[in-house]
Nanobody, 128 residues
Framework: QVQLVESGGGLVQAGDSLRLSCAAS????????MGWFRQAPGKEREFVAA????????DYGGSVKGRFTISRDNAKSTVYLQMNSLIPEDTAVYYC?????????????????????WGQGTQVTVSS
């Protein structure tokens, strides 16, 4: 019901910053939770961050707390992931996701199975 397109990935050096964008179309997303996941070669897709709108709650995976920030602009139907102090372990394909099963109900989804719609991903590579 919604199309999600990620952009902003690339090759950077350790310690650099990068901002990913996720543009949504086809359905309004303001009332629904949005999230970011990542998947490195040979590993399972892992939770990175999630955000609601009202109230504006956020949650982060333990490996990115203090370095990454998720935000959203509902007027532009866009979700962002600001990544600072990047390390080689952050290298992965980053996916944007939306939970359209229900409007935000007080708990942010952190599991892959809780999200209903996904983008195709954008590659982030951090060299040492």
């Amino acid at each position: 019901q919604v199309q999600l397109v990620e952009s902003g990935g690339g090759l950077v050096q350790a310690g650099d910053s990068l901002r990913l964008s996720c543009a949504a179309s086809g359905r309004a997303i303001s009332a629904y939770s949005m999230g970011w996941f990542r998947q490195a070669p040979g590993k399972e897709r892992e939770f990175v961050a999630a955000i609601s709108w009202t109230p504006s709650h956020t949650d982060y995976g333990g490996s990115v707390k203090g370095r990454f920030t998720i935000s959203r602009d509902n007027a532009k139907s866009t979700v962002y992931l600001q990544m600072n102090s990047l390390i080689p372990e952050d290298t992965a394909v980053y996916y944007c996701a939306a939970d359209l099963s229900t409007p935000y109900h007080g708990r942010l989804p952190t599991e892959r199975s809780e999200y209903t719609d996904w983008g195709q991903g954008t590659q982030v590579t951090v060299s040492s």
